[in-house]
């Protein structure tokens, strides 16, 4: 009896030893999972500090180029004013800021790159001030695609027309409807409901609440600008700097592609007087030709952007500015948009313009 109650706990020794090894295996397993767990979201939140970092520090490097921009046009402006006292020959302190033609340019600030650009909102056309003539022609334009030889059909024709009837009945202060356009009427009719501006643009952004127009119409595409390339609400005139005109303008205008602008603004550098002879010949309209004049720039968009480490962080900043506002405190900004949306391939220190 003692014999077979000792063999009995023998037994059952080493089942308890397994299971007691089994428990111990699981509880490193556990173990295990916790600490791979742990150091992975150690890593995450080391990895989203560095980013944040980076981002600011891109941010900042974005604003300053802005402000150095800002700063260098209001002193060039304080400068050419009539009675300001001459400017030293050997006075390096203040560097020209960079040309109003709507490209990118480069700089540096504490150690990092940035890019600015600054566009002459008076080369672009003014989305308050254009007649049906003009608007015809770049909603035309750019539904043709960059090619001034494609034919329009019945249909295409009456998108034109509803895209030129609906804006100038937007912006206009009654409530009577042009032939393919568009009144309170037919936009309390949408989901959500609301009714005609019936006023002046306040942003480009409201072309989209506009019957007709497209968010490829407005944003652009396939080599082709979109109406918030070429239109503007800041210009006063109805008038279009040429001698600043960005490419997406010239394609708006002359129906041409991107290729062919490009080498109209390469020409407009080294040949003005040729590039002005082309443009009012592809024009033909002597008309439109009028509203193509020279004059400096008054109101610009500037944009600022900079990134850290090939575009992983990226950050942009944008202005509308008026240059020649006669205040005491000089440039005045009229609109700011902070952390602006990216668009566009170029980054800093790549292929901008070097300034």
Same mark, same amino acid.
Do not use: C
């Given at each position: ?13 080493? !089942?308890?030893? %397994?299971? @007691?090894? /089994?428990?111990? /295996? ?13 150091? !992975? ?26 402000? #150095?921009? &800002? ?7 304080? #400068? ?44 672009? &056309? ?10 015809? !022609?770049? &909603? ?10 494609? %034919?329009?059909?019945? #249909? ?11 804006? +100038? ?28 501006k019936n006023g002046f643009f306040d942003s480009p952004e409201e072309l989209l609440r506009v019957r007709g127009v497209t968010p490829a119409l407005y944003y652009g595409g396939d080599g082709m600008p979109g109406l918030r390339d070429v239109f503007s609400v800041y210009s006063r005139s109805p008038n279009i700097h040429l001698r600043s005109a960005p490419p997406a303008v010239l394609q708006a205008l002359l129906g041409v592609d991107a290729d062919t602008a490009a080498d ?9 007087? %040729? ?5 009012? @010949? ?5 008309? +439109?030709?009028? +509203? ?26 944008? @202005?509308?500015?008026? /240059? ?5 405190? %000089? ?25």
């Amino acid at each position: 009896m003692v014999a077979t109650m000792v063999s009995s706990a023998t037994a059952r020794r080493p !089942r308890e030893r %397994g299971v @007691a090894l /089994l428990l111990v /295996l699981w509880i490193f397993v556990v173990l295990g999972v916790l600490a791979v767990d742990f150091a !992975r979201y150690i890593r995450d939140d080391a990895m989203a500090a560095v980013n944040f970092a980076e981002e600011t520090r891109a941010y900042y490097l974005a604003l300053a180029g802005m402000n #150095r921009t &800002i700063y260098d046009a209001d002193r060039q402006h304080e #400068r050419a004013a009539p009675g300001a006292p001459a400017q030293p020959p050997d006075d390096d302190d203040e560097d020209e800021p960079p040309p109003a033609d709507g490209q990118w340019h480069d700089g540096e600030f504490a150690g990092g790159h940035y890019t600015v650009r600054m566009t002459d909102q008076a080369s672009l &056309i003014s989305l308050n001030k254009v007649d049906d003539a003009l608007l015809t !022609r770049v &909603i035309t334009n750019l539904m043709r695609g960059g090619n001034a030889t494609t %034919g329009m059909d019945r #249909r295409k024709s009456n998108e034109v027309s509803t895209v030129v009837d609906s804006i +100038l009945d937007w912006r206009d202060t009654d409530n009577l409807k042009r032939a393919h356009g568009a009144e309170s009427e037919y936009y309390l009719k949408r989901r959500p409901p609301y009714r005609a501006k019936n006023g002046f643009f306040d942003s480009p952004e409201e072309l989209l609440r506009v019957r007709g127009v497209t968010p490829a119409l407005y944003y652009g595409g396939d080599g082709m600008p979109g109406l918030r390339d070429v239109f503007s609400v800041y210009s006063r005139s109805p008038n279009i700097h040429l001698r600043s005109a960005p490419p997406a303008v010239l394609q708006a205008l002359l129906g041409v592609d991107a290729d062919t602008a490009a080498d109209l603004v390469a020409q407009r550098d080294t040949d003005s007087n %040729g590039f002005f002879q082309q443009v009012a @010949a592809q024009v033909g309209d002597p008309h +439109l030709a009028q +509203l193509m004049v020279e004059e400096e720039p008054r109101t610009v968009l500037l944009e600022g952007r900079a990134d850290t480490q090939a575009q992983r962080n990226q950050s942009s900043v944008a @202005a509308v500015v008026d /240059l020649t506002a006669e205040s005491a405190e %000089g440039a005045r900004v009229l609109r700011w948009l902070d952390r602006a949306p990216w668009t566009g391939t170029i980054a800093p220190g790549s292929t901008a313009v070097q300034g």
